[in-house]
């Protein structure tokens, strides 16, 4: 019985198997078809029906290399590069051989370079010599794609070098401009000072001048010379004043003084004269 059994789950296994198997190939298939077909339209140039095909071939089988390749090869004739490349990508994952990694690698790298990006390129065509280092398409293509890198570092370079000196220069010139303004506002601010200050001065010079002058606007010095001129013609005019034919008491008193002075002269000529004619007694005893 247990035999029996054992037979059974073997028989059942295997026709499971087969019929697995079975769907794979009719997957396979199908597959191919769509990769077939896709390639006719390739060849009719409808590129847009080919890529329908070819996806289809894809969704029947997940890892069909030809459908992969050819899709990348179909977007890549259409000019989507970065379509053709992932596709391409795809096709050299999954290829198992050495001649479909070569030609994947070798398609992306040409992509790559029409691309404008070399640098990528080269990674591209040395993947491709590594799995056919006999191809000498692919060493030339790797030989522009190197070269065509270097300029574009070198370009690169000099465009940096560019922006650098640009934006040196833009900060030069932007350092000389806050200088500018900064000597600008403090001109300007000197300029004010001065104005202010001379303003001061013009009031500090008005008050004073206020301050010399009286509460009729003349100046104080020139009035007080007015009142001491006044005060002395005042007294001068408060003075008796000599009547024509008349002498002052100034001059009767000079003529007082000097007659007063002749008569004592007289005086004491009279008194010398006087002297001169007395005998002096002497006291000595012979």
């Given amino acids: 019985m247990k035999h029996l059994i054992t037979l ?3 028989f059942v296994s ?38 329908m095909e070819y996806r289809k071939a894809i969704s029947e089988n997940p890892n069909s290399i030809a459908g992969a390749y050819n899709l990348g090869n179909a977007y890549y004739t259409k000019g989507s590069f970065d379509e053709a490349v992932f596709r391409l990508q795809q096709a050299a994952t999954t ?8 030609k994947a690698f070798h398609n992306i790298g040409t992509i790559l370079m029409k691309g404008k990006k070399c640098k990528e390129a080269v990674e591209a065509f040395k993947s491709a010599l590594r799995n056919n280092p006999t191809d000498d398409e692919t060493r030339y293509n790797l030989a522009l794609a190197k070269d065509c890198a270097k300029q574009q570092e070198d370009q690169n370079k000099d465009d940096q070098n560019k922006d650098d000196k640009k934006d040196k220069n833009e900060d030069q010139k932007d ?8 000597e600008d506002k403090e001109n300007k601010d000197k300029g ?29 010095d020139e009035k007080e010379d007015e009142g001491k001129d006044g005060d002395k013609d005042k007294k001068e005019q408060q003075q008796p004043q000599p009547q024509p034919g008349q002498l002052s008491p100034q001059q009767i008193k000079n003529l007082l003084e000097a007659m007063n002075n002749q008569e004592q002269a007289v005086q004491e000529k009279m008194n010398a004269e006087k002297v001169k004619g007395v005998k002096v007694k002497t006291d000595k005893d012979w």
């Fill in 8 to 10: 059974l789950v073997l």
């Fill in 14 to 51: 295997f026709f499971s198997f087969s019929q697995e198997e079975e769907a794979q190939l009719q997957a396979l298939k199908k597959s191919n078809d769509f990769v077939y077909e896709g390639n006719n339209l390739v060849n009719e140039d409808d590129y847009v029906s080919a890529e």
């Fill in 95 to 102: 290829a198992t051989s050495k001649s479909e990694k070569h």
């Fill in 175 to 182: 350092e000389k401009d806050n200088k500018d303004n900064k």
């Fill in 192 to 220: 004010d000072e001065n104005k202010d200050d001379k303003k001061d001065e013009g009031d500090k010079d008005k008050k004073e001048g206020d301050d010399k002058k009286d509460d009729e606007g003349k100046p104080k």
